[in-house]
């Protein structure tokens, strides 16, 4: 069936550093990803999206990685800074049972930035 | 703008009791979601709108679980006879977009910390 993993549960990184966030998908026909962090106590928020047709998107100190051939998507938060540190899940978005489309969420990567 | 909505922000209930929870989604968002969010865990899917029918109610845990949808607007999700492991932080989401579009980004509520002691 389909899933969604992360490499990694959390990730502890120093205020300044750039961080790389993992995540793997088994449905080839995926064609669109999201980035959502979440904090402490609040619903998730998203950051950042790419469509199939891309490798590489950027935002405001984030950029995300589509890799298709291999399946994978990685965010990266470059000079992380202490209000980054959230729980980031990666979500993807493709055909489902019947062509529905669906959005599968990964477990999520606790992320924490250290002063 | 407004944002989803979600209330109660806590409920803590015994054992045994029925507990009704709210969604108010964005304005004009025809696509409403539920999710399940245990301590410590990921996102749970439970049931997805559109507008006020429910195409997709395969997340729901058992039938102690339902939600209804009225207006276009406000979804209530109803747990019957609550038991301990319903204690979770259930997530509201609404999108502007159809679960079956190519690309719909969903925008989340605070979620209601639920409690069952």
């Known amino acids: 069936g389909e899933s969604v993993g992360l490499h990694l549960p959390t990730l502890s990184v120093q205020e300044g550093d750039n961080s790389i966030i993992n995540c793997a998908y088994s449905n080839s026909a995926s064609d669109y990803f999201i980035w959502y962090k979440q904090e402490s106590g609040k619903g998730p928020q998203f950051i950042i999206d790419?469509?199939?047709n891309m490798d590489k998107r950027q935002g405001q100190r984030v950029t995300v990685l589509l890799n298709k051939t291999v399946k994978h998507l990685s965010l990266q938060i470059a000079a992380t800074q202490p209000g980054d540190s959230a729980v980031y899940f990666c979500?993807?978005?493709?055909?489902?049972?019947?062509?529905?489309?669906?959005?599968?969420w990964g477990l999520g990567t606790s992320l924490a930035v250290n002063p | 703008g407004a944002g989803v909505s979600q209330s109660p922000s806590n409920k803590v209930t015994e054992k045994g009791k029925d507990v009704e929870l709210r969604c108010d989604p964005i304005?004009?968002?025809?696509?409403l979601y539920w999710y399940r969010q245990r301590l410590g865990q990921g996102l749970e899917f439970l049931i997805y709108f559109q507008g006020n029918s429910a195409p997709d109610k395969s997340g729901l845990p058992s039938d102690r679980f339902s939600a209804e949808r009225t207006g276009e607007s406000v979804s209530t999700l109803t747990i019957q006879r609550t038991q301990q492991e319903d204690s979770a932080v259930y997530l509201c989401?609404?999108?502007?977009?159809?679960?079956?579009?190519?690309?719909?980004?969903?925008?989340f509520g605070p979620g209601t910390r639920l409690t069952v002691l």
């Open positions: 304005s004009g968002h025809t696509a």
């Open positions: 989401a609404s999108s502007s977009r159809p679960e079956w579009h190519s690309y719909n980004e969903q925008f």
């Open positions: 979500a993807v978005s493709g055909p489902h049972a019947g062509n529905n489309r669906k959005l599968i």
């Open positions: 790419i469509r199939s």
